[in-house]
C-alpha cells in the first residue's frame, strides 16, 4: 500500500514568516513530487514540483527533495494571509501518472 | 487558453437516479484523470485514461460508477443508481504525460445525492 503522509495541522504562522510543510511517502521508486495549492470550495492548484534530489526554487516557494530519506517539503517564504489554504502533497511513482496525494496540510497565516 | 471544463459545477439529485458528469480536458493533453474529494478520504482517483483509453481503474467503488472516454477531447463519469454516499466533489485532471506529467485540475462538480 502506498502511501503519502502530511501532518493534517492547521499550521499557523504570523504574517512575513517562514511556513514549512513536510511530506513523507513509503515508496522508493517515486520519481516526481507536487505541491498543490488548495483553497476552501475550490479545485486543487499546482504550484511547485521536483524530480531530482536537492531545491527548487520558484519566487517565494521552495521545494526540497530528499530520496534518501523519502520526504519532500514545501516552505513559503514572506508568508501572507493569502497563502493561507491547504497544501496537497502528491506522488507519482514510476512516472506512470498514477498519483498518490496526501491528506493535506492546512495553512494558516495571521495577519 | 482555456483549462479543463468540466460540468455541471452542482448537481443535486435523488438516491436512485443517474448521474453524468463531464469533463473537457486541456487540448493536447492526452492523459485525463477522475478523482473524488471527501472529507474523510481527502482526494481519491477513480479511473485515469491514456490516449483515451483507461488504464487503471482500481479506484471506481463500485459497479455503479462507468466512465468512458470516447475522444481526446470529452470524458463522462456516470454514476446509476446513485446513493446518499456518493455525495462529494468530482474533479477531472488531465495532463501531457509525455516526460511533463504534471495534473491540472477542472473546477469540479459538486455532487448531492439525497
Known amino acids: 500500500q502506498k502511501e503519502v503522509e502530511q501532518n493534517s495541522g492547521p499550521l499557523s504562522v504570523p504574517e512575513g514568516a517562514i511556513a514549512s510543510l513536510n511530506c513523507t511517502y513509503s515508496d522508493r521508486g517515486s520519481q516526481s513530487f507536487f505541491w498543490y495549492r488548495q483553497y476552501s470550495g475550490k479545485s486543487p492548484e499546482l504550484i511547485m514540483f521536483?524530480?531530482?534530489?536537492g531545491d527548487k526554487e520558484d519566487g517565494r516557494f521552495t521545494a526540497q527533495l530528499n530520496k534518501a530519506s523519502q520526504y519532500v517539503s514545501l516552505l513559503i517564504r514572506d508568508s501572507q494571509p493569502s497563502d493561507s489554504a491547504t497544501y496537497l502533497c502528491?506522488?507519482?511513482?514510476?512516472?506512470?501518472?498514477?498519483?498518490?496525494f496526501g491528506s493535506g496540510t492546512k495553512l494558516n497565516v495571521k495577519p | 487558453d482555456a483549462g479543463v471544463i468540466q460540468s455541471p459545477r452542482h448537481e443535486v439529485t435523488e438516491m436512485g437516479q443517474e448521474v453524468t458528469l463531464r469533463c473537457k480536458p486541456i487540448s493536447g493533453h492526452n492523459s485525463l484523470f477522475w478523482y473524488r474529494q471527501t472529507m474523510m478520504r481527502g482526494l481519491e482517483l477513480l479511473i485515469y485514461f491514456n490516449n483515451n483509453v483507461p488504464i487503471d481503474d482500481s479506484g471506481m467503488p463500485e459497479d455503479r460508477f462507468s466512465a468512458k472516454m470516447p475522444n481526446a477531447s470529452f470524458s463522462t463519469l456516470k454514476i446509476q443508481p446513485s446513493e446518499p454516499r456518493d455525495s462529494a466533489v468530482y474533479f477531472c485532471?488531465?495532463?501531457?504525460?509525455?516526460?511533463?506529467?504534471?495534473?491540472?485540475f477542472g473546477p469540479g462538480t459538486r455532487l448531492t445525492v439525497l
Open positions: 521536483i524530480y531530482s534530489n
Open positions: 502528491a506522488v507519482d511513482e514510476d512516472n506512470f501518472n498514477k498519483f498518490y
Open positions: 485532471a488531465s495532463s501531457q504525460a509525455r516526460g511533463r506529467n504534471e495534473q491540472f
